[in-house]
């Protein structure tokens, strides 16, 4: 997908901009409804960048504990 390929802070940007949008009240209903689904694709990549993000962390501070527990060789 293409669109997987944006960064955290273009999908985030977009996002904020959909959102104005809709909350402006100026688009039709067949207009918003497009908003709405681009929307919902764009909060799907920023919510998969922010779980990889996590699983980093997580991971190097699970690496950090196991390399401060075992006992110096």
């Not at 920023?46 to 996590?54: N, S, T």
Request: aromatic share 4%.
């Amino acid at each position: 997908m293409s669109e997987k390929k944006l960064s955290y802070e273009a999908a985030r940007d977009e996002l904020t901009e959909v959102v104005a949008e809709l909350e402006s009240g100026q688009s039709s209903l067949e207009d918003s409804l497009k908003l709405w689904e681009r929307g919902e694709l764009l909060a799907k990549i920023c919510q998969e960048w922010l779980d990889g993000a996590k699983s980093k962390l997580e991971a190097a501070k699970s690496a950090r504990d196991e390399k401060t527990a075992a006992p110096d060789a």
